[in-house]
């Protein structure tokens, strides 16, 4: 288990857990946990023995109510802010990472919680789960990824609906419009995950990277690059499992 201020993190086997670590303040997302994230994220991303992740939240209440206010009200002068964002793009990080990513998200869920757990690739919300984004009530717009990954995950008009009215949703309509893959009662949230990534991580783990990365990259690419992609990709599954055997 390593510890930092804002997270926990820890490895069992195959997989790593990294729990948003700010109970009393419902885990809002602060610089020091940017800060935090960016570290567990490198290590993840460089360490071949991880072939799966659980992201979650501590407490009762939240995996995370979004942007720490009190230090964005003291925000650095923009100059600052985006010298900052530069060096490190904890988004384009996480957007990055190889392995598969599980959030599994209860109670609160607003603004960079949405966002951390849309860059992850599969989530799993409990009966209590509550998912908005309130930045636009703030005179804000999302700016850890929400504007672009949300209609990626449930499309134009059903994200700005959320992005533009400040309309909280239940767990219940995060599965049916998308947002979440799956709703299971509070008590059963880190065993379904852990179920899931179990199985996820004893297939061939270049395949299960490879299928990741096909998704993704192809996501962004005209079909007849996407599928010239996959057939790259597919190959050198293929030609690792030769050498292997
Ligand atoms: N920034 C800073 N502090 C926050 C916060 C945020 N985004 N969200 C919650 N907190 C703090 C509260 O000030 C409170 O601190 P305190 O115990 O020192 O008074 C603590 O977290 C618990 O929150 P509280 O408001 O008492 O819980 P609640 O159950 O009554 O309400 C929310 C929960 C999420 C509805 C409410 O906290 C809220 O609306 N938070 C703001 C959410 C938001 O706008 N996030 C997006 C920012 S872009």
Redesign the pocket.
Known sequence: MYGFKTLIYEKKDAIAYATLNRP???N?YNIQMRDDLYQVLCAIKDDPDILVVIFKGAGE??FC????????LTAPPPTEARRIRWQRDVWGLFLSIPQPLIAVVHG?V????IEIALCCDIRIASEDAQFG???I??G?I?AAGATQTLPRTIGRARALDMLLTNRRIDAEEACRIGLVNKVVQREKLLETAEGLAKKIASYNPVAVRNAKQAVMRGLELPLAEGLDLEKRLALEVQLVANQTK
């Open positions: 009393n303040a419902l809002i209440k939240a109510a979004g942007a720490d206010l009190s230090e964005f609160y607003l603004g960079s919680g984004l309130p930045e009530g703030l804000i999302p």
